[in-house]
Nanobody
Framework: QLQAFGGGLVQPGESLKLTCEVRGFNADMATIGWFRQAPGKEREAVSCIEGLGLTFVEDSLRERFTITRDEFKKAVVYLHMNRPKHEDTAVYYC????????????????????????WGQGTLVTVSS
């Protein structure tokens, strides 16, 4: 079970942190990722993080978004959205393949139709002035 929260209305340039909690299995070393889906668009990868901290961030977001794991609760992953723009408005989903040491770039290459991927319910982020 994955639960994403922390979304809401934010002004352009105002930072926001999303939280993903993974429960139901030992996710401390599982690779976990964030995807997003804007209205009328396909779901796309944002960022993924491996159990030991190796990360992948989509090129277009690398300068503004970072992903981290909680220092003490490794099954909790954060997405730090810095300087958000209007085009970052989307439903943000956290996901995992429940496997240890999947390379983050590999997990982030998944799509909404990829088998054996677990998705959270999503949290809506609206960037608007």
């Amino acid at each position: 079970q994955l639960q994403a929260f922390g979304g809401g209305l934010v002004q352009p340039g105002e930072s926001l942190k999303l939280t993903c909690e993974v429960r139901g299995f030992n996710a401390d070393m599982a690779t976990i990722g964030w995807f997003r889906q804007a209205p009328g668009k396909e779901r796309e990868a944002v960022s993924c993080i491996e159990g030991l901290g190796l990360t992948f961030v989509e090129d277009s977001l690398r300068e503004r978004f970072t992903i981290t794991r909680d220092e003490f609760k490794k099954a909790v992953v954060y997405l730090h959205m810095n300087r958000p723009k209007h085009e970052d408005t989307a439903v943000y989903y956290c996901m995992t393949d429940a496997k240890f040491f999947t390379r983050p770039a590999t997990l982030c290459a998944a799509s909404a139709s990829t088998d054996n991927i677990y998705w959270g319910q999503g949290t809506l982020v609206t960037v608007s002035s």
